[in-house]
């Protein structure tokens, strides 16, 4: 009697009890909690093409240390100072402007957070997130790789790989420095203008805080020192 | 970079960090981008707290950044005075005591010259002519002339003008600054200082932050010409934050156009690429998303 009672069961609660909304890599729960930011994402704030990440794009076979999103904002979510000064100088609306994929990370207010964890997001994604597709390619290629590793199993062999993976992700980022570098030392730019591309080429997530009361703030968080914007 | 400043002594006193001069403290202000905090009030009017002056204290932290640097010296205030005063040579002592007694005679004269003024001319107005006491008008022309000590000596008590105590705020004269000081071990720091040391090297000015509910205020160049850019906290590299606390530095750093700024050392050998200077700090710039 009672339970025929009940209200129908909300969207949100659809998705999370779906049997599709877990994974072995992750604890359900943090499943659930980036499910509800996606959740809130689309229906509150309007993002597009939402993806949910499960394995890091930067080592193939790793996963994040966390159930991670990407999404693109209605509107560019993050103008650095410099570049709104250029945006006015051109007389372009900032509205106007292209939004970017960004990253999310979802959390719980309840959860503490060290700085070596943030450290580890931040080590595990890339600048720009890898769009749908892509990450669903990655997926598949982890999870094949995954499979096999299982039949060949030893243990000395997955850590070999960790080792292999680091030193390209290594290699690639040398690679971006230089690339940035190379363009940097054109003999037009000042210090000034070296330190704004520096800051604007840092990684950069936004920090999703999620409340039992379903409250979610978003904070956005740099990989490093950037200077303020002057809202 | 060697100056005729370096290295200059930082006094402890108390568990906390001072200097004096104010030569020095300009010079750090200028060359070592340490402003630390000025605390001199004037003592009979302390309620003036607007505009201080010298001592100027210094942050545990801007201490141990000098110290580092070899620009200064720590002297512990207390031990180096009593040591100083205790082995000081006997007629040191006296002619110091005996140059003491002199200023406050000198002072004391002047008071009496300008009484004694003031009553002959009130009784002059009034017509009145100036009783005849010992003549203050009359003894008022050979004490100008400079009193040498054995005149001082000679001269009995009760012939002696109202002496004042003299308190010298300075002890420089009698312990000359030339003194060999005890060098003490680095100043304590907490486990904030490599982000202390992080932001000072890229350039910034740093200042106590509790104005802003933070540990560091990051200043981009000299306080008095810029808003500060970031409210720092520091912390270990496994020591827990409250999410509150990063989402309220976040709210509060955006609402006064600053970036809450969260950072510290590193412990083991992370990943830690594109920080290839400074490997071992990392920090974390947190705004509001704006949604």
Same mark, same amino acid.
């Given at each position: @009697?009672?339970?025929?009672?009940?209200?129908?069961?909300?969207?949100?609660? +659809?998705?999370?009890?779906?049997?599709?909304?877990?994974?072995?890599?992750?604890?359900?729960?943090? *499943?659930?909690?980036?499910?509800?930011?996606?959740?809130?994402?689309?229906? #509150?704030?309007?993002? *597009?093409?939402?993806?949910?990440?499960?394995?890091?794009?930067?080592?193939?076979? $790793?996963?994040?240390?966390?159930? @991670?999103?990407?999404g693109v904002p209605a509107q560019k979510l993050y103008?650095?100072?410099?570049?709104?000064?250029?945006?006015?100088?051109?007389?372009?609306?900032?509205k106007d402007v292209q939004p970017e994929r960004m990253w999310v990370l979802p959390a719980h207010l309840k959860e503490k957070w060290t700085l070596r964890r943030l450290a580890e997001v931040f080590g595990a994604i890339t600048k720009v997130p890898p769009s749908a597709e892509t990450a669903d390619e990655q997926l598949d290629e982890s999870l094949a790789a995954e499979k096999r590793k299982e039949q060949n199993a030893p243990e000395e062999g997955s850590s070999h790989?960790?080792?292999? $993976?680091? +030193?390209? +992700?290594?290699?690639?980022?040398?690679?971006?420095?230089?690339? #940035?570098? $190379?363009?940097?030392?054109?003999?037009s730019q000042t210090e000034a203008q070296k330190q704004s591309q520096i800051e604007r080429n840092l990684k950069r997530i936004l920090l999703a805080t999620v409340e039992d009361d379903s409250t979610v703030v978003y904070y956005i968080i740099h990989d490093g020192l950037v200077k303020p914007r002057q809202n | 970079m060697a100056s005729k400043f370096e290295p200059f002594h930082i006094s402890l006193v108390a568990n906390r960090y001072f200097i004096h001069d104010v030569d020095v403290i300009t010079y750090i202000r200028r060359e070592h981008h340490i402003c630390g905090v000025l605390l001199g009030s004037i003592p009979q009017i302390p309620q003036q707290n607007v505009f201080l002056g010298a001592p100027l204290e210094l942050m545990p932290e801007e201490a141990r950044l000098?110290?580092?640097?070899?620009?200064?010296?720590v002297v512990d205030d207390l031990s180096l005075h009593k040591d100083a005063i205790a082995f000081l040579p006997h007629h040191v002592k006296h002619d110091y005591l005996r140059d003491l007694r002199d200023q406050g005679m000198i002072a004391g004269r002047g008071v009496q010259k300008r009484t004694e003024e003031r009553k002959h001319k009130a009784l002059e107005r009034l017509g009145l002519q100036d009783p005849p006491t010992s003549g203050p008008c009359d003894t008022t022309a050979p004490k100008e002339e400079p009193l040498s000590n054995n005149a001082i000596d000679s001269l009995p008590y009760f012939d002696a003008p109202l002496v004042y105590n003299v308190t010298?705020?300075?002890?420089?004269?009698?312990?000359?600054?030339?003194?060999?000081?005890?060098e003490l071990k680095p100043p304590k720091v907490p486990f904030s200082y490599p982000l202390y040391e992080f932001l000072h090297a890229k350039g910034y000015f740093i200042s106590p932050g509790l104005r802003f509910g933070c540990q560091y205020l990051v200043y981009p160049g000299d306080p008095l010409r810029f808003h500060s850019h970031f409210l720092a906290v520091g912390g270990a590299w496994d020591e827990e934050m409250d999410l509150l606390d990063i989402v309220g530095g976040g709210r509060l750093g955006t609402g006064v156009k600053k970036g809450f700024l969260i950072g510290g050392a590193?412990?083991?050998?992370?990943?830690c690429k594109g920080h290839a200077s400074t490997p071992d700090v990392r920090v974390f710039c947190v705004e509001w998303g704006g949604m």
């Open positions: @009697m009672a339970t025929s009672s009940l209200p129908p069961r909300s969207t949100l609660s +659809e998705i999370l009890s779906s049997p599709s909304s877990t994974t072995d890599l992750h604890p359900p729960y943090l *499943t659930h909690l980036a499910l509800q930011v996606q959740h809130n994402l689309e229906h #509150q704030h309007n993002w *597009t093409s939402l993806t949910l990440h499960t394995h890091s794009p930067v080592t193939p076979n $790793a996963p994040l240390p966390r159930p @991670m999103i990407s103008i650095h100072p410099d570049e709104q000064i250029e945006l006015i100088k051109a007389g372009i609306n900032e790989d960790q080792e292999n $993976a680091n +030193e390209t +992700e290594g290699e690639r980022v040398e690679e971006d420095q230089h690339s #940035q570098t $190379a363009q940097n030392n054109t003999p | 000098l110290f580092e640097k070899g620009a200064a010296v010298p705020p300075l002890s420089g004269r009698i312990l000359p600054p030339t003194d060999q000081p005890t590193e412990t083991e050998e992370q990943a």
